[in-house]
Nanobody, 116 residues
């Protein structure tokens, strides 16, 4: 059974930074394209960034994340990261990780709140 545990969220001022982590267990993490998603109440979950499997590690960013967020992975640790810089209030959301497209059950997510 795949388990995803997101962490690293919190309250941050606009312009600040935050690094999110996602620990995966119960799967061969390295072969999967992974993504970070976010959701705000009343809206659909959206893909923020993605990274392909170990061999190529190509990245994808939503327009809202380009130039500010960096996705990375450590396959030895079965962990996915999202470095978020220059945060804006509109980045406030619960952040989740999953495969891209999302094939596994969702973890509990980690709340990021950006104050203006």
């Amino acid at each position: 059974q795949v388990q995803l545990v997101e962490s690293g969220g919190g309250l941050v001022q606009a312009g600040g930074s935050r690094r999110l982590s996602c620990a995966a267990s119960g799967t061969i993490f390295s072969i999967n394209t992974m993504g970070w998603y976010r959701q705000v109440p009343g809206k659909q979950r959206e893909l923020v960034a993605g990274i392909t499997s170990a061999r190529s590690a190509n990245t994808y960013y939503a327009d809202s994340a380009k130039g500010r967020f960096t996705i990375s992975r450590d396959n030895a640790k079965n962990t996915l990261y999202l470095q978020m810089n220059s945060l804006k209030p509109e980045d406030t959301a619960v952040y989740y990780c999953n495969t891209q497209p999302a094939l596994w059950g969702w973890g509990q997510g980690t709340q990021v709140t950006v104050s203006s």
